[in-house]
């Protein structure tokens, strides 16, 4: 006769039952499954948190925008504008633009550019701000 003991056939097939779903997975499959599936939510947490940083970013960026070089009344001077929005350095990007599209004008000649004087306007946040250069364009040397 067989001993219906803690230790009996029965009692360690009723515990294998016991380890395996209604799937078929034991209950360390299902373990790592659930690990799985917890990184995975994880990974995409950080990506939907890295999303929404990176579109706070280009909020604050704002928009900018020059216009075309113009010759000025006096001869071999040139002016150009830029104006940018958004965000407390909203100036200093304009001011680059408008520099650069000087810069680039002279070179586009083989020539080099020189400031004579910028106007910049607007200083609140979030508004407009604009800088307008006059520049000239000389040889290199």
Sequence with gaps: MLNQGSGSLPDTVETMRDSLDTSGTSSAQRAQKNAHTERKERKSARLSAWAAVVLAGVGLVGCA??????????????????????????????????????????????????VNTETVSGVAVMTEHESSVSFECHPRF
Excluded at 77 to 98: C, D, K, N, P, Q
């Design 65 to 114: 925008s020059t216009s075309h070089v113009v010759a000025s009344d006096k001869p071999g001077t040139y002016t150009v504008a830029a104006s940018a929005t958004g965000g407390r350095m909203a100036w200093a990007r304009a001011h680059e633009l408008a520099t650069n599209e000087a810069r680039d004008y002279c070179e586009q000649r083989g020539m080099q550019s020189s």
